[in-house]
Nanobody, 115 residues
């Protein structure tokens, strides 16, 4: 079993920055990718950023140039640096990991950006 624990998030003003972190633990034989998705009320989860092993990160179109994802493979962590935040970034952010070819999700952390 794999557990994902998120930290960070909270409240920010328009244009400010926040950092999200996620740590994976458990039976981490092969971590294929780690990343972040977000979900608006009544909507499906959408990709924010994904860091595949041995490949370049992928970003959702709305965050390109503002958000940066990074992984620490030795610590099994993934971090999302969110700059130039906008009110439309307000959502619940979920840590994601593909481990041993199974998908895992964190419990989610709320990010609120006020104008």
């Amino acid at each position: 079993q794999v557990q994902l624990v998120e930290s960070g998030g909270g409240l920010a003003q328009d244009g400010e920055s926040l950092t999200l972190s996620c740590a994976a633990s458990g039976r981490l034989f092969r971590v294929n990718s780690m990343g972040w998705y977000r979900q608006y009320p009544g909507k499906e989860r959408e990709l924010v950023a994904l860091a595949p092993s041995g490949a370049s990160p992928n970003y959702g179109d709305s965050v390109k140039g503002r958000f940066t994802i990074s992984r620490d493979n030795a610590k099994s962590t993934v971090t999302l640096q969110m700059n130039s935040l906008k009110p439309e970034d307000t959502a619940v952010y979920y840590c994601y990991a593909n481990v041993n070819y199974s998908r895992y999700w964190g419990r989610g952390t709320l990010v609120t950006v006020s104008s």
